[in-house]
């Protein structure tokens, strides 16, 4: 049975940093692609971040190039999601999701995990 499951979302101050974590089970990285997409209030849900399982190309919104770093742990079965220089903006419910293919933010992803809720203020 494939399993997402996000942990490390919080409160954070602008300017401060969190670690997403998005455990994986029931499949291996070796064959998914692995993104984030969040959702705010009242928006429509974004994609983040994406990493490849072929090669391990990463790929950003333009929104946060720069200040997040997607990375995998294959050993672990884990990807995670580095969020540094956090901005009010960032404010979201966190979502990894998986599918057999390249990252494309715009295609439907097969899993999804049950969110992580990252809120900035201060």
């Known amino acids: 049975q494939v399993q997402l499951v996000e942990s490390g979302g919080g409160l954070v101050q602008p300017g401060g940093s969190l670690r997403l974590s998005c455990a994986a089970s029931g499949f291996t990285l070796d064959y998914y692609a692995i993104a984030w997409f969040r959702q705010a209030p009242g928006k429509e849900r974004e994609g983040v971040s994406c990493?490849?399982?072929?090669?391990?190309?990463?790929y950003y919104a333009d929104s946060v190039k720069g200040r997040f770093t997607i990375s995998k742990d294959n050993a672990k079965n884990t990807v995670y999601l580095q969020m540094n220089s956090l901005k009010p903006e960032d404010t979201a419910v966190y979502y990894c999701a998986t599918y057999i293919g390249p990252c494309d933010f715009d295609v439907e992803y097969d899993y999804w995990g049950q969110g992580t809720q990252v809120t900035v203020s201060s």
């Open positions: 990493i490849a399982s072929s090669d391990g190309s990463t």
